[in-house]
């Protein structure tokens, strides 16, 4: 695995992903940019508007031990009744979280939307590498569970930031 170019990277290990699978990793890289988005604003914005580094760790230790505590019966629950609904009701809660976020600053709705984005997380979680696993064939599973880490994490994060860079100039 090289570049072509010296400047482009080679990406030809991907031509054995199904193109089901790379349109379901890109569909997830676009649901992580407002997950990341979410987490660079909570950590970054909440303090620049009074809300107390207390209350952010609060809010971060809560939806960790959301996802601690249900990633779990989660799993089992998508093995029983199917991936894609449990994916799906992931991803969805995505939006309430944020929305939440966006027009409060009292600990109550914080600690809701916490909770509700955990469990939109461990939703997540719970279902997209099995049906990652499900949608290749043994030949392609590699370099599906190769696409997904690459593209989700480094889009959800960088653009988060970037995201959250312009917005700083409107916070004074």
Known sequence: MGSRSGLTPDM???????????????????NNLSVGYFQVYLTGY???????AATVG??????????ILVGVPLGLLSDRKGRKWILILGSAGVAPAIFIFVFTRSLVPLL???????????????????ILA??????????????????????????????????????H
Do not use: K
């Open 112 to 130: 809701l939307s916490a909770v509700l984005f955990g469990l939109a997380e461990s939703a997540t979680l719970a279902s997209w590498n099995a």
């Open 46 to 52: 909440l303090p620049q508007v009074n809300v107390g």
């Open 134 to 171: 499900d949608q290749t064939d043994v030949e392609s599973r590699t370099s599906a569970f190769s696409l997904s880490p690459l593209l989700c994490p480094t889009c959800s994060r960088r653009s988060g930031s970037r995201c959250l860079s312009p917005s700083r100039r409107f916070i």
């Open 58 to 67: 609060l809010l971060i230790a809560v939806e960790g031990a959301v996802v």
């Open 12 to 30: 030809s290990f991907l031509s054995g992903v199904p193109r089901r699978v790379r349109l379901l990793v890109y569909a997830l890289a676009v």
